[in-house]
């Protein structure tokens, strides 16, 4: 069984900056995290960040220019840095894993960005 575990998150000031990890474990070892979604207080859960196969990403418009989502395939991780952070940003961050139409997530780490 594939296990997702986040970390990084925390509290900081508006125009801060955290990174946030997401590793895999157990269960197929082509089974990576690809994504970071989050979810706001009262808000459904979004996409923020992609990177597919061939290291190519997406990002929400709200984080473009501020947030960069890169992989290491080989240790099944994946990061978010999250810079010049708002406090519209403060959320539960989750990444997401997929193979054949199965969803893997995480348990989510908290973002709290201070006005």
């Known amino acids: 069984q594939v296990q997702l575990v986040e970390s990084g998150g925390g509290l900081v000031q508006a125009g801060g900056s955290l990174k946030l990890s997401c590793a895999a474990s157990?269960?197929?070892?082509?089974?990576?995290?690809r994504a970071w979604y989050r979810q706001a207080p009262g808000k459904e859960r979004e996409l923020v960040a992609r990177?597919?196969?061939?290291?190519?990403?997406n990002y929400a418009d709200s984080v473009k220019g501020r947030f960069t989502i890169s992989n290491n395939n080989a240790e099944r991780t994946v990061y978010l840095q999250m810079n010049s952070l708002k406090p519209e940003d403060t959320a539960i961050y989750y990444c997401?894993?997929?193979?054949?139409?199965?969803?893997?997530w995480g348990k989510g780490t908290l973002v709290t960005v201070s006005s």
């Open positions: 997401n894993a997929e193979r054949f139409g199965v969803l893997y």
């Open positions: 157990g269960g197929a070892v082509n089974i990576r995290p």
């Open positions: 990177i597919v196969s061939d290291g190519s990403t």
